[in-house]
């Protein structure tokens, strides 16, 4: 199984509707983070998460929102999905012991249509 | 404003035809510098990190070296099986968070 698991893989969706993509972890780690993925652009963060009271916006949180349900939970919303938020979104997680390097789940391939 | 820049944005190569991808940034107060691959489909995968200037690190055909404004990944006599999109990504304080380039996507033919 994998360490960083998101689902669902992929998703098509009407514009306006409110989803959710979760990640799921069983690496231990504190520290959880969404990007998104637009070609060209390379990877941007969303928001970020060092453990359940812990909540930060990144570079491109307009539009999303988390949850951090647990330490091993954390999921994104899009309250209302707009056409330009079809993006892959990728979540990960690293160690809070220094300045390690982070671990990705598979991806989510969204489609607001 | 920090920049992390990536080229070529895409490298075509003939097996064993060696190669290296530049990563340049433009931070203030590097961290750390992360190497990923990126296969279609899947999440980034790591290679590297360097943390200071002068310093190299080597995985099968693939070597990672930093200076104090770039660094490059060479690719010593490639296979097919390199063929992927290599990301470089900075980290310029303690949380974690990385700035990303835009990647160089590799394609090996034999």
């Known amino acids: 199984d994998a360490d960083v698991t998101q689902t669902p893989r992929n998703r098509i969706t009407k514009t306006g509707k409110r989803i959710m993509l979760e990640c799921s972890q069983t690496k231990g780690h504190d520290r959880m983070y969404w990007y998104r993925q637009d070609p060209g652009l390379g990877l941007r963060l969303i928001y970020y998460s060092f453990d359940v009271k812990d909540i930060n916006k990144g570079e491109i949180s307009d539009g999303y929102s988390v949850s951090r349900q647990a330490q091993a939970k954390f999921s994104l919303s899009l309250e209302s999905a707009i056409p330009n938020q079809t993006a892959l979104y990728f979540c990960a997680t690293s160690d809070s012991q220094g300045d390690t390097e982070a671990f990705f789940g598979q991806g989510t391939r969204l489609t607001v249509v | 404003e920090d920049q992390v820049t990536q080229s070529p944005e895409a490298l075509r190569l003939q097996e064993g035809e060696s190669s290296s991808l530049n990563c340049s940034y433009t931070?203030?107060?590097?961290?750390?510098l992360f190497w990923y691959r990126q296969d279609p489909g899947k999440g980034p995968e790591f290679l590297f990190t360097l943390y200071s200037a002068g310093e190299e690190k080597e995985k099968e055909r693939l070597k990672a070296t930093l200076t104090k404004k770039e660094s490059f990944l060479h690719i010593t006599a490639p296979k097919p099986e390199d063929s992927a999109t290599y990301l470089c990504a900075v980290s310029t304080d303690s949380w974690g968070k990385l700035q990303f380039g835009a990647g160089t996507q590799v394609v090996v033919t034999p």
């Open positions: 931070v203030s107060g590097l961290r750390g």
